[in-house]
């Protein structure tokens, strides 16, 4: 993903070379298990994200460095709670910190990259509050996400409305943090961070939709993990509640979806009735109109460099196959 | 336990009700399984050693009411998380969130409680930002600690000082937090609030080696879960390490309790050993001198009725059954 990120090329190896040196301990264990997401690679979508909205205003790389990596702690730190979760065994294609090291390493770990980028926000404290409000309350409301996730598990009785709640919750919020308060960060005015947690809104929205998206439609390699994952879970994503209401054989699917056993077959037969009722069409509708959005944001901010890079992720999204 | 809390009983109600209402949500869901440990009771220990810090400056119960809330909300936060590490199923006499509702709700019940301190914490950041600078660090150490307790676990070659490493991350951090950012919370000296940081770290570490005692000597029904559950789960406590260097049986108890698998004959075994040896007869002793120091740093402190209890709770840590 790095190639997408024109212009920030060198403040992102700063970032990366800053999230290793905070990853990095006196204890040898505890940097290991700390680190091995972070080395499993990843896009980085949020440090870039807030580099990019610092851009708009008095850009300071030292102003930003410790927000980027802060909201990358945050973002890893989600994944190896839902991890242990889902118990899930890869991720990126390398087994999970879960995997590897169990459920305990795993809930710890993840509290303490939480924990961690805590010690970076409070440099923001003094002269700019925003940064932590907004991020505390983000984190809150991830975490409702994802309650809500697990209890609306197998629930075939949803509508896009409960879908769209969660969507926010597990994703958009954060990104829309991350390019807003990258603004901030940097001095932004009200009207230029307001524009770009808009157009932050809207790709995070895209993003997750394309992620579901992908788990039912992607190449395994390149995703890095099985797909069906969610359908496994119970999690009712938007193709599937598209599918559940217009489907041919929405009756089936609803016997498959809401089995909280089902056989690989099971699954292969759901996404196969999923896939050939235009859901996955429908679905890319919907994240296209987010990201339609998005782009328009994005007219109302000057013509810089940054807004063209913003651009291209916002394409990205459309287009991505992992 | 709230009749130790000498002359902030009222105080410590107001915080209970605020504790309730900050656990009140929308979603019936979110507020009962967020609830569920509050409403089994416990000790407030944290809020209360809050509240008397304070009482050291301008006391003004709104100024340090956040963080009184706060710090429980990060101690059932760490209370709920092990709970799904250790696959615990009662505490406090009642079933854990963890056996209740599974292991994803628990994890993300653990991180939202967390992440909702967070946004209580954050209103002190202009004013008192030491305060989040704290417990930011307290937060990342305390997952150091349990990180370390798992990856030293069965590991019969310890010394006393990686149990004091451990114990004083654990527990003793975000005590020492409690009374020391309590004082700062209300606008105390410097002098002030590293007395009572001391205070704060002797208590805190008795706490927790009054813990571990207990663990193997209390009563089953004052305890609220069953005792041996740290040598069930390799967690080698300093009555172990004593035992292990001083008992007549060292060899047998080294074999039990480095073993993964133990039966109940086994843990039972291995508690006869380390009672019979004067192991918890030195742990108290240990404790007592923890104890003694905290009470002697309270003669640097005026003599209001808050430093009387103070020395109220150091005692009752030191004969506590539960």
Redesign the interface.
Known sequence: MLELYNGIEEDMQIVEKELQAVLQ?Q?P??TE?SSHLFYAGGKRLRPALSILGAKFCNFNLEDVKPLAVALELIHM?TLI?DD???NSLTRRGIPTVNAKWG???S??????L???S??L??QY??KK?LI??V???V??K???G???Q??ASYDIDQVPKDYFYRVKRKTALLITASVQLGAVACGADRKTYLTLRRYGNNIGMAFQITDDILDLVADQGKLGKPVGGDLRQGIITLPVIYALAKSGKKERLAELAGKIEKSEEEVQEAIEIIRSCGAIDYSFEVTNKYLSKAKEELMALPDLPARKTLAIIADFIGIRKY
Chains 1, 2 share one sequence.
């Open positions: 301990t204890d264990f505890l298990t730190a709670h242990v979760v889902d459920k305990g390493i809930t710890h770990i993840g509290t303490y939480f924990a961690k805590l010690i926000i409070s404290e003094e509050p932590s409000k991020l505390s309350d984190s809150v991830m975490c409702e994802e309650i809500r697990i209890s």
